[in-house]
C-alpha cells in the first residue's frame, strides 16, 4: 500500500503519470512561480492584503459572467468569460479601495476590509439567485473558491502556465523600475519614474495571478500565493535580485509539491493543500534559513555575546585581574588561560583585542560619519572591516 | 406563496433576531478595529478560528457551542502569538504576517473539513463562509399571542441566546471602560503616562474582537462577521466626529442593514415571483457596503459631495470678498 502511493508519487512529480496529471503539475508550479514573482514586489510596497481583497473581489465577476453567459444561451461554464469578469470585478474592487482612501478620511485596512467583504457577499447573493434559477454548469462555479486541481482540463493547465510565464517574465523586464517603486516611491517620482502607473502595473499582475489561480487554489486561499513564498524567500537574503528567485522557486516548490499531493489525495482541496506545503516552507525558512532564520540569528547573537565576554575577560587578565567560573573554564578550554593566567598565546589575543579596541574607539570618536552598516563595531577585527591606509593613520594617531 | 404569522414567528424572527444581535455586537466593537487601524485584525481572526472550531467539533463530535468555542478562541490566541512572533522575530512587516498565518491557519481548517467530512461528519466549509441563518428556526410560537408567552421566550433557539449575551457582554464593556477605551484609542502614550495600560487594552479589544466574531460566526459565516466588524462603524466615522455618536450610529447603522439586508433576501425574491429566498448572510453584507456606499457619498461634511460643496462655498466666499476690495479700492 505506503510502497504504491510512494511510487505513485514519484511518477507525478516526476512528470510519468500520464500527459494530463504532468500538464496539471507543470501548470500549478508556473502558478506558483509567477505568485512568488510578483508577490515579492507586493510585499515590498507594503501591498500584501490589497490582493486579498482583490482576490475576494473576483467573486460576484464571476457570478454575473456566468448569469450572462447563461442569458446568451453559452454552454454552462465558459471559461474565457468567468475569468474576464474575475478581472472586471477584482479591478473595480481595487479602484474602489484606492477611491476610499483618497477622497475619504478611511484608512488602508478599513477600505481593504469593506471591499473585500462587500464584494464577496454580493458574490454569495448571486451564487444563490444561480442556484435558485436552476441553471446547467453551476456545479463548476463552487469550485472557485476553495480551487480544485482535477476541475483543470489540459488546455486550461497551459493557458495558465503560458500566462504566469508572461507575469514573471514582465517583473523581470520591469525589474529596474519595480525595485526604485518597491524601496523609494518618493525618489522614483522626483526622478520622474510614472510611481502612479507602476503601481497600477504591480497591480495589475496581481490580479492576473489571481485569476489564473482561481480554479486551481481558489480565491480565499490565492492570495496566499503572492504572499508566503516571499515571505518565506524573505529568510534567506537580504538581495532583491536573490530574493525574487528564492520566492519564484519557492513558489513553483509549493505548486510542484501541492498539486502532486492533491493528485494523490483527490478528496483534499487543492488550494489548501499547496497553501499548507507553502506554509510548510515558509516554516522551515522562519525557524533555519542561514541569513535571517531564528536559529541562525540566535546563534550569531549567542557568538557575538561571548565574543565580547571573552575579549572583556582578557582584557581584565591582561590588568592583573583574575577571571573564574564558566568564562574561566572556557578560556581554559582555548588555550589562553593556564592556572589563573595568561598563556602566551593568551597574551597575544588579549594583546589583539585591546589594540582592535583601542583603534576602533579612536575610529568612532574620529569619524563617526564613515561608519559602516552590517558590522559590529568593536568587535570585528578591525584590519579586515576598514581599508589598510585608514587602520594604519589611526594607529599613528594614537602613537603621537 | 402566501407567509403565514406562524411560519415568519418560527422561520423568520430567529433569524432576524440573530442577524441584527450579531450586526450590533460587530459594529460596536468594530469601531475600535476602525480607529485603531486595525481593520484587517477582523479579516485575520475570522479566517484563522477556522481550524480551531472544527477541532471543537471533532473532539467533542457535536455541534454544541461550546467546544467550538473554546476551540475558536484558542485559533484566535494561536494567530495572535504567530503573527507577533513573525512580526517581531521575523522582522516582517505586519500585513505579511497577518497574511501568512490567516492563510495557513484557513487552509489547515480547510484541509480538517474535508477529513471529517470523508469520515461522514455534518460539517462543510460552505457553512464556515456563509454561515446558516435560515437553519435558525424558533419552533414554540404558533401566532402573535405566543410572544406575550414566556414559556415560547424560553425556547428560543441557543444560537439567538448566545448571540444576545455576546451583545451584552460586549456593551457591558464599552460602557463599562468607555474612558479607557477612548484614550488608548487615540492617545496610547497619553494613557500609559496616566497609567493605564494601554497594550492591555489593546489585547483586550482583539479577544472581544475574536469572541464576537467566534460567536457570530456560526450563525452568518465569516464573511459577513467582517463585513459587520468594518462597514457599519466606517460608515458612521465618515458621519460624525464624536465618538460616542460614532459608537450608536454605527449600531444603528449594524442593525439596519441587518433588517434591510434580511429582508431584501428573505421576502424580496417572493415579492419578485420567484420561489426561493437568497442568500441572507451575503445581502446583509451587501445592505451594509449600499449604506457605507451613501455615507461616503453624502455624509454631511465628511462626505465626496459635501466636501465639494464647502470647497465650492469657500470659492464663492473668496471671489466676493475679493470683488468686495476691488469695490472698495480706489
Known sequence: ?400 | MTLTVQEFLQIDVPALLAAVLVCAACALVGNFLVLRRQGLMGDAVSHAVLPGIVAGFLVAGTRETLPMMLGALAAAALAGVLIEAIRRLGRLESGAAMGVVFTVMFAAGVVMIERAAASGVDLDADCVLYGQLETILWLAPTGWASLLDPAAWAAMPREVVTLGAVFALCLALVVLFYKELKITTFDPALASTLGIPAGLFHYGVVLLVATTAIAAFEAVGSILVIAMLIAPPASARLLTDRMAVQLVLSVALGVLAAVVGYGAAAFGPLWLGAEHSLNAAGMIAVAAGLILALAVLFGPTHGILGKRRAVGRLRTLVTTDAVAADGRRP
Request: charged fraction near 15%.
Open chain 1, 1 to 400: 500500500m505506503i510502497p504504491a502511493i510512494m511510487d505513485e508519487a514519484w511518477r507525478i512529480l516526476t512528470f510519468q503519470a500520464g500527459f494530463n496529471s504532468a500538464v496539471v503539475v507543470a501548470g500549478t508550479a508556473a502558478l506558483g512561480l509567477a505568485g512568488g514573482t510578483v508577490g515579492t514586489f507586493l510585499l515590498l510596497r507594503r501591498r500584501a492584503l490589497v490582493s486579498d481583497a482583490l482576490s475576494h473581489a473576483t467573486l460576484p465577476g464571476i457570478a454575473i459572467a456566468f448569469l450572462i453567459g447563461a442569458a446568451l444561451g453559452l454552454p454552462g461554464r465558459s471559461l474565457p468569460l468567468l475569468l474576464a469578469g474575475a478581472v472586471a470585478s477584482g479591478v473595480l474592487g481595487l479602484l474602489t479601495i484606492q477611491a476610499l482612501v483618497r477622497h475619504t478620511r478611511l484608512t488602508e485596512d478599513a477600505a481593504i476590509g469593506a471591499v473585500l467583504s462587500v464584494f464577496f457577499g454580493l458574490g454569495i447573493v448571486l451564487l444563490s439567485l444561480i442556484q435558485n434559477l436552476e441553471l446547467g454548469g453551476q456545479a463548476g462555479l463552487k469550485t472557485f473558491i476553495l480551487g480544485q486541481t482535477a476541475a483543470m482540463a489540459q488546455g486550461e493547465a497551459v493557458g495558465i502556465g503560458l500566462l504566469a510565464a508572461a507575469a514573471a517574465a514582465a517583473v523581470a523586464l520591469l525589474f529596474k523600475e519595480l525595485r526604485v517603486l518597491a524601496f523609494d516611491p518618493g525618489f522614483a517620482a522626483v526622478q520622474g519614474w510614472p510611481v502612479a502607473r507602476l503601481d497600477l502595473l504591480l497591480m495589475g499582475l496581481a490580479a492576473l495571478v489571481t485569476v489564473i489561480g482561481l480554479q486551481t487554489v481558489g480565491l480565499i486561499l490565492v492570495v496566499a500565493l503572492l504572499i508566503v513564498p516571499p515571505a518565506a524567500a524573505r529568510f534567506w537574503t537580504d538581495r532583491l535580485s536573490t530574493l525574487t528567485v528564492v520566492a519564484a522557486l519557492i513558489g513553483a516548490l509549493s505548486g510542484w509539491l501541492g498539486a502532486t499531493l492533491s493528485a494523490l489525495l483527490p478528496k483534499l482541496p487543492a488550494g489548501a493543500v499547496i497553501v499548507l506545503v507553502a506554509g510548510a516552507i515558509f516554516l522551515v525558512s522562519f525557524l533555519f534559513a542561514p541569513a535571517r532564520g531564528l536559529v541562525a540569528v540566535a546563534l550569531r547573537q549567542a557568538r557575538l555575546r561571548l565574543d565580547f565576554a571573552e575579549r572583556r575577560a582578557l582584557s581584565v587578565l591582561l590588568g592583573g585581574g583574575s577571571v573564574k567560573g564558566m568564562l574561566g573554564a572556557w578560556l581554559g578550554l582555548r588555550g589562553f588561560v593556564r592556572t589563573g593566567t595568561l598563556t602566551e598565546r593568551g597574551r597575544e589575543a588579549a594583546r589583539a583585542a585591546e589594540r582592535n579596541r583601542r583603534l576602533w574607539d579612536r575610529f568612532l570618536t574620529d569619524y563617526p560619519t564613515l561608519i559602516p552598516a552590517h558590522v559590529n563595531w568593536g568587535v570585528d577585527p578591525i584590519d579586515d572591516v576598514l581599508p589598510v591606509d585608514m587602520v594604519r593613520m589611526l594607529e599613528e594617531r594614537g602613537a603621537s
